[in-house]
């Protein structure tokens, strides 16, 4: 599990106060650069994708994620936290 250190645990308080996606975009366009950003997204969407049981080579297609990284965020699919079935229940994703 993600350790709650003190700082890590203001981090998610301060995220929790958000309440639209505008707020979560000027939140995270400020905290984070351009490019973790886009990362944190495709991540993301190789997860949908996984859920989805697309297959490697659509998913580098269409997302154009590194075979490493599909293959990192597919082990956290299945041996993490359980963060990503947490928020695809919440939003029924598949």
Same mark, same amino acid.
Request: charged share 35%.
């Given at each position: 599990m993600t =350790?709650? &250190?003190p700082e890590n645990k203001a981090l998610f308080a301060a995220l929790l106060t958000l309440q639209t996606e =505008? %707020?979560?975009?000027?939140f995270l366009g400020d905290l984070c650069t351009v490019? %973790?950003?886009k990362a944190m997204s495709q991540r993301y969407q190789v997860a949908v994708m996984?859920? %989805?049981k697309k297959v490697y080579s659509d998913i580098v297609a269409q &997302? #154009?994620?590194s075979t490493a990284?599909?293959?990192?965020?597919?082990?956290?699919?299945?041996? #993490? =936290?359980g #963060?990503?079935?947490l928020v695809f229940g *919440?939003?029924? *994703?598949?």
């Open positions: =350790e709650l &250190t =505008e %707020e979560c975009a000027a490019q %973790e950003l996984l859920e %989805e &997302t #154009g994620a990284t599909i293959s990192r965020v597919n082990r956290s699919l299945a041996y #993490g =936290e #963060g990503y079935r *919440r939003l029924k *994703r598949p």
